[in-house]
Nanobody
Framework: QVQLVESGGGLVQPGGSLRLSCAASGSIFGFSAMGWYRQAPGKQRELVADITRGGQANYASSVKGRFTISRDDAKDTVSMQMNSLKPEDRAVYYC????????????WGRGTQVTVSS
């Protein structure tokens, strides 16, 4: 059974930094794309950043230049360094991994809360 577990969320002041990590387990095939999504209260889940197995990264315009996504395929992990955090970055952040196996199933973590407040 494939599981993704996020860590690294918390409370930070505006302008501060956090690093989110996501560890996958149980995957036989590994993952093609891996990424981070977020959902703020009353809003739909949105893509924050994703990265291909080859290392090509894609960012939402709202976080470009402030967030950096990275992955370690040997360990099936994906991380995201978040700098210059703003109150509007407050959300539950979810990790997603797309399997390289038949069906290319998407797997999601349970989320980690990020709160940006003074």
């Amino acid at each position: 059974q494939v599981q993704l577990v996020e860590s690294g969320g918390g409370l930070v002041q505006p302008g501060g930094s956090l690093r989110l990590s996501c560890a996958a387990s149980g995957s036989i095939f590994g993952f093609s794309a891996m990424g981070w999504y977020r959902q703020a209260p009353g809003k739909q889940r949105e893509l924050v950043a994703d990265i291909t197995r080859g290392g090509q990264a894609n960012y939402a315009s709202s976080v470009k230049g402030r967030f950096t996504i990275s992955r370690d395929d040997a360990k099936d992990t994906v991380s995201m360094q978040m700098n210059s955090l703003k109150p509007e970055d407050r959300a539950v952040y979810y990790c997603r991994g797309r399997s390289r196996g038949p069906g290319q199933e998407d797997y999601w973590g349970r989320g980690t809360q990020v709160t940006v407040s003074s």
